[in-house]
């Protein structure tokens, strides 16, 4: 018999080993697991099955278990860099064999656009319409967009400020027609400039003239690349005109948002002709008449010029942020992760991945933040979980049992040898 427990002491020993070497060349690799032999002894059962003083006839390696706890996070300065702060794993497919699952989250960007790992195995994730409208359902490889974005016309301009009310009066009371010269600074109070955009994306200086015409009451004129918007080069009239009441709050008049049609601006300092606006509308609701002086404090349109991709960004729950040369930014794709009820049930592969198998049940899927999937960090790797100063003390623990192991079969031996130099 002690041969035979010597023997499985010996291979025993031997896979711990081995276990224990892989765990130390995986010590750098982002996203690893730290392995675990786990062993059972052997005992040799009588036919019946009785017997209280059976001797065990040695130990055998009954599981290689993956430890999934959390690595640390260590800050990167690649975008595309992942990590998962929590349960889950990255999806990645390469188009022919089933699904595999990483914690490693370094992905870059194919010749295609695709997100890709190291082995050029392709990132799943949900995708985004044109509207950069999310498209929840069936996982696909994400792909970020190559084309810009497609500019757009304003339609709402709102505006947020206060006049002051201390001010004098610049222009003339109703019914008296309203005279303003936009090169005259005396002839208004205040003046603000915005920029819109027509339906090319071209930039349209729009200018907006302030002028106090009584008590609470104040004109409202503008231009658009110079040119007036309402009325004629020599006589502009107001697009609108603001009543306050007399706290000074929101206007009475106009009731609601002042909407300009045909408005025509002459083209621009390049001299291009500029497309016709259809409608424009212009919210005055936020605005106010106290005793302080004059300030802005927003003007919004919602107009964009056309746009190139300059960068992207990944947020805490997977979404993909595109972001635009002209400051826009809309989602291109969503990660999409797995997390598995028996994450130790996964099959090891090679580049850092496992394959689900019966004894990790079917993935649960979802998106970053939900259930028990972690979050999601950018611009970070989870390191190893692989504790180097333990794995090297446990293989030398490992040594001296190898070598205690041998010592069993050596003495075995002589033992053997006595009995047959009887005499």
Same mark, same amino acid.
């Given at each position: 018999m002690?041969?035979q427990?010597g023997?499985?002491g010996l291979?025993?020993s031997?896979k711990n080993l081995e276990i224990?070497g892989?765990?130390?060349?995986n010590?750098?690799t982002y996203?690893?697991?730290?392995?675990?032999?786990?062993?059972?002894a052997?005992?040799?059962t009588a036919?019946?099955?009785?017997?209280?003083?059976?001797?065990?006839?040695?130990?055998?390696?009954?599981a290689?278990?993956?430890?999934?706890?959390?690595g640390?996070v260590?800050?990167?300065?690649n975008p595309?860099d992942?990590?998962i702060?929590g349960?889950?794993f990255?999806?990645?497919t390469?188009?022919?064999?089933?699904?595999?699952y990483?914690r490693?989250?370094?992905f870059?960007l194919d010749?295609?656009?695709y997100?890709?790992n190291?082995?050029?195995a392709?990132?799943?994730?949900?995708?985004?319409?044109a509207n950069?409208v999310?498209?929840?359902?069936a996982s696909?490889p994400?792909r970020?967009?190559?084309?810009g974005?497609?500019?757009k016309?304003?339609?709402?301009?709102?505006?947020e400020?206060?006049l002051d009310?201390?001010?004098a009066? %610049?222009?003339?009371?109703a019914p008296?027609p309203?005279a303003?010269d936009?090169?005259?600074?005396s %002839?208004?109070?205040?003046?603000?400039s915005?920029t819109?955009?027509?339906?090319?994306?071209?930039?349209?200086?729009?200018?907006?003239?302030?002028?106090k %015409?009584?008590?609470?009451?104040?004109?409202?004129?503008a231009?658009?690349n110079?040119s007036?918007?309402?009325?004629?080069?020599?006589?502009?009239v107001p697009?609108t005109?603001?009543?306050?009441?007399?706290n000074?709050a929101?206007? %009475?008049?106009p009731?609601?948002?002042v909407?300009?049609?045909?408005v025509?601006?002459?083209p621009n300092?390049?001299?291009?002709?500029i497309?016709?606006f259809g409608s424009?509308t212009?919210?005055?609701?936020g605005t106010t008449q106290?005793g302080?002086?004059?300030?802005?404090?927003?003007?919004r349109?919602?107009g964009?010029?056309?746009?190139q991709l300059s960068?992207?960004?990944?947020?805490a729950?997977g979404?993909i942020?595109?972001r635009y040369s002209?400051g826009q930014?809309k989602?291109a794709?969503?990660i999409?992760l797995?997390?598995?009820?028996?994450?130790q049930?996964?099959?090891?592969?090679a580049?850092?991945?496992?394959?689900?198998?019966n004894?990790?049940?079917?993935p649960m899927?979802?998106?970053?933040g939900?259930g028990s999937l972690?979050?999601?960090q950018a611009?970070?790797?989870?390191?190893?979980?692989?504790?180097?100063t333990g794995?090297?003390?446990?293989?030398?623990?490992?040594?001296?049992?190898?070598q205690a192991?041998?010592?069993?079969?050596?003495?075995q031996d002589?033992?053997l040898?006595?009995l047959v130099?009887?005499?």
């Amino acid at each position: 018999m002690s041969f035979q427990q010597g023997l499985s002491g010996l291979n025993a020993s031997s896979k711990n080993l081995e276990i224990i070497g892989n765990n130390i060349a995986n010590a750098n690799t982002y996203g690893s697991k730290i392995a675990r032999a786990e062993f059972a002894a052997v005992y040799a059962t009588a036919l019946n099955g009785s017997g209280t003083n059976s001797v065990g006839i040695g130990t055998t390696l009954q599981a290689v278990a993956q430890q999934f706890t959390q690595g640390n996070v260590s800050t990167t300065e690649n975008p595309l860099d992942l990590a998962i702060n929590g349960g889950g794993f990255f999806q990645v497919t390469d188009g022919h064999s089933p699904i595999s699952y990483t914690r490693n989250g370094q992905f870059k960007l194919d010749r295609d656009g695709y997100l890709v790992n190291n082995a050029q195995a392709r990132l799943l994730g949900y995708a985004a319409d044109a509207n950069g409208v999310i498209q929840p359902g069936a996982s696909v490889p994400l792909r970020l967009p190559t084309r810009g974005i497609e500019p757009k016309q304003t339609s709402r301009v709102d505006l947020e400020f206060n006049l002051d009310s201390r001010v004098a009066v %610049t222009g003339p009371a109703a019914p008296a027609p309203p005279a303003i010269d936009f090169a005259d600074a005396s %002839t208004y109070n205040n003046a603000r400039s915005l920029t819109i955009y027509d339906e090319k994306g071209q930039e349209v200086a729009v200018s907006l003239y302030y002028q106090k %015409t009584g008590n609470d009451q104040w004109n409202v004129f503008a231009t658009a690349n110079g040119s007036s918007i309402g009325g004629t080069p020599g006589a502009p009239v107001p697009i609108t005109t603001l009543q306050f009441p007399a706290n000074g709050a929101a206007p %009475t008049l106009p009731a609601g948002p002042v909407a300009l049609t045909g408005v025509e601006p002459v083209p621009n300092a390049q001299g291009a002709q500029i497309v016709p606006f259809g409608s424009l509308t212009f919210d005055f609701s936020g605005t106010t008449q106290f005793g302080s002086a004059f300030a802005v404090t927003d003007m919004r349109q919602d107009g964009h010029s056309a746009g190139q991709l300059s960068s992207i960004a990944v947020e805490a729950d997977g979404v993909i942020m595109a972001r635009y040369s002209n400051g826009q930014s809309k989602p291109a794709g969503q990660i999409e992760l797995a997390n598995f009820r028996n994450p130790q049930g996964l099959q090891p592969l090679a580049d850092n991945a496992w394959a689900r198998t019966n004894a990790s049940g079917d993935p649960m899927v979802g998106v970053a933040g939900d259930g028990s999937l972690g979050v999601l960090q950018a611009g970070a790797l989870e390191d190893s979980n692989i504790d180097l100063t333990g794995e090297l003390v446990n293989m030398i623990t490992a040594q001296r049992i190898y070598q205690a192991n041998a010592q069993t079969i050596k003495t075995q031996d002589q033992v053997l040898q006595t009995l047959v130099n009887l005499r």
